[in-house]
């Protein structure tokens, strides 16, 4: 009996169609993984850093309000008792995709730790701070995975500065905040006035590494007034020269680029000495001031402020 064999190869394509289909899926998901993934990861960044921004100028508004009700002796308890301020530091991977999680840093910068300071001359005549006053600071620095550059927002002398490194595209920093300064100009003198917060951190509670939701918690805890008619200068040593002089004397909204551009005082960058610094003297009129220094204690993390 003759054998007949019959050809079949609806078997055949059904495997070539599964075949093809995968190779559509794993397309896809290269494409996305490729394209579309880093574009999320780089916009979920930029949030996280806009949401940064905003909660370092609540740190700073509560600092503010603590401050000024302690001066006015307030007898409200929100002078006097710790509050917190959240600080987000980093952000999660997406769930299913090859993605990273993003890391934070915080950095409580005190008046031990700090090597930036105002010196004023006359000094100030409260013995802590006869050789300056120390500027500190709150850091925070956001490591990148997908924007090609490392951000930092710091709050130092009242003011909020923000600084990258690292971009194609920009590389440096401005002053986002300025400083709780205020002018007053008179017929023989200009008068400054500056409110200047120093910060006193308790030990172990300065840092934080992370991607979690934290807080930092301040209270306000005294102050010292300093008033002078014969001011010879005033000098401002930080890391973050390039922000305070373009707060100081940025064109038509810099904070003395008035005084400064009439010759009523001068405000120069001195970058040819070691450190560098700021100074600001007299012009055709004296400078007199009215400092106020605020000290505040400050903490990352759980627990009370001890001051």
């Known amino acids: 009996m003759k054998k007949i064999l019959i050809k079949n190869n609806s078997a055949l394509a059904g495997v070539i169609e599964a075949l093809l289909l995968v190779g559509l899926v794993a397309v896809i998901l290269s494409t996305i993984q490729l394209v579309y993934i880093p574009e999320i990861m780089k916009q979920k960044e930029s949030s996280h850093l806009d949401e940064v921004e905003n909660q370092f100028s609540h740190i700073k508004s509560v600092i503010d309000t603590q401050s000024m009700m302690g001066v006015m002796q307030s007898d409200q308890a929100i002078a006097y008792s710790p509050m917190f301020s959240p600080i987000k530091l980093g952000t999660k991977r997406l769930p299913y995709f090859v993605t990273s999680d993003t890391y934070g840093e915080l950095q409580i910068i005190d008046n031990e730790d700090t090597n930036s300071e105002i010196d004023i001359l006359p000094s100030v005549g409260d013995s802590k701070y006869l050789d300056g006053i120390p500027l500190t600071s709150i850091q925070y620095t956001f490591y990148s995975m997908y924007q090609g550059y490392n951000t930092k927002y710091i709050y130092e002398g009242s003011g909020v500065i923000l600084n990258q490194t690292g971009s194609e595209s920009y590389s440096g920093e401005t002053m986002r ?46 102050h010292v007034t300093h008033s002078d008619t014969s001011i010879t200068h005033i000098r401002i040593y930080s890391e973050h020269l390039d922000a305070w002089y373009q707060s100081l004397v940025d ?57």
């Not at 100009?185 to 992370?210: A, E, H, R, T």
């Not at 038509?252 to 970058?271: P, S």
């Not at 007199?288 to 009370?304: A, C, K, P, R």
């Open 177 to 222: 905040v300025n400083p709780a300064m205020k002018i007053e100009n008179y017929s023989n003198n200009i008068k400054i006035y500056y409110s200047i917060p120093v910060l006193f951190c308790q030990p172990g509670k300065s840092n934080l590494y992370g991607l979690d939701l934290s807080y930092i918690r301040t209270n306000y805890t005294n």
């Open 251 to 307: 064109n038509r909204i810099g904070i003395l680029w008035e005084y400064d551009e009439n010759g009523y005082i001068n405000v120069e960058y001195k970058e040819s000495v070691s450190p560098n610094y700021i100074e600001i003297t007299p012009g055709t009129k004296n400078i007199n001031v009215d400092f106020t220094i605020l000290e505040i204690g400050i903490q990352t993390g759980s627990g009370t402020v001890i001051s």
